[in-house]
């Protein structure tokens, strides 16, 4: 008798566990096809300017903007300096001061770069905003964003599934990029990456 209910039980969990594990290979197999559309993804000039345009207005969405026109015409005179000795010059170079005391920068694809008040009240002189702009100006230039998002993918949509996100793939890339870049998602190697190169850069 005791061992017909360890069966009856051992049973009973195998049926709970099955829809659970069921559930968890479908959202598995819709992450891998999620992350087949992002690896198939064209990435032309157009849809990486909506992809960072969208990231950006999260960003400033979250934190909000500086309304200080003097102090967005020095970030940017200081920015546009280093952005025209980098890689992409042409790009449209945005940046956007972030009202926020938090101490943080962020890039995001195609040219936007944003700094923190905090972060500006911490600096002493012009050289250290130069060193964070360079370093996030890198950021977009080596395109390291686009990067954690092909290798973040699965588990990003395998959270979307979950969450029942409802949007096309634009949506769903711009809302996991700007979840990277919220999480310091970005791989030690592109972190020193661009440590190095924006110290080469400025």
Same mark, same amino acid.
């Given at each position: 008798?005791?061992?017909?209910?360890?069966?009856? %039980?051992?049973?009973?969990?195998?049926?709970?566990?099955?829809?659970?594990?069921?559930?968890?290979?479908?959202?598995?197999?819709?992450?891998?096809?999620?992350? +087949?559309?992002?690896?198939?993804?064209?990435?032309?000039?157009?849809?990486?300017?909506?992809?960072?345009?969208?990231?950006?207005?999260?960003?400033?969405?979250?934190?909000?903007?500086?309304?200080?026109?003097?102090?967005?015409?020095?970030?940017?005179?200081?920015?546009?300096?280093?952005?025209? +000795?980098?890689?992409?010059?042409?790009?449209?170079?945005? %940046?956007?001061?972030?009202?926020?005391?938090?101490?943080?920068? %962020?890039?995001?694809?195609?040219?936007?770069?944003?700094?923190?008040?905090?972060?500006?009240?911490?600096?002493?002189?012009?050289?250290?905003?130069?060193?964070?702009?360079?370093?996030?100006?890198?950021?977009?230039?080596?395109?390291?964003?686009?990067?954690?998002? +092909?290798?973040?993918?699965?588990?990003?949509?395998?959270?979307?599934?979950?969450?029942?996100?409802?949007?096309?793939?634009?949506?769903?890339?711009?809302?996991?990029?700007?979840?990277?870049?919220?999480?310091?998602?970005?791989?030690?190697?592109?972190?020193?990456?661009?440590?190095?190169?924006?110290?080469?850069?400025?």
């Amino acid at each position: 008798m005791k061992r017909i209910s360890t069966v009856l %039980f051992a049973s009973l969990l195998i049926g709970l566990a099955s829809p659970a594990a069921a559930q968890f290979g479908t959202l598995l197999e819709q992450g891998a096809k999620r992350a +087949k559309q992002v690896n198939d993804f064209r990435w032309t000039d157009e849809e990486k300017a909506q992809l960072g345009a969208q990231v950006s207005e999260l960003v400033r969405t979250r934190y909000g903007v500086v309304q200080d026109p003097a102090v967005h015409k020095y970030v940017t005179l200081v920015g546009r300096t280093i952005t025209d +000795k980098s890689t992409k010059p042409g790009l449209p170079w945005t %940046f956007i001061v972030l009202d926020t005391d938090a101490v943080n920068a %962020f890039a995001a694809p195609h040219g936007y770069v944003h700094v923190t008040r905090g972060a500006l009240a911490l600096m002493k002189n012009e050289a250290e905003l130069a060193g964070v702009l360079a370093h996030e100006i890198v950021h977009v230039t080596e395109e390291h964003t686009i990067d954690a998002l +092909k290798k973040n993918t699965i588990k990003s949509a395998a959270a979307e599934e979950a969450a029942g996100a409802a949007g096309g793939l634009m949506t769903f890339l711009a809302n996991a990029a700007y979840a990277n870049i919220i999480d310091n998602a970005y791989s030690r190697g592109d972190e020193n990456g661009a440590d190095t190169q924006g110290i080469v850069l400025i």
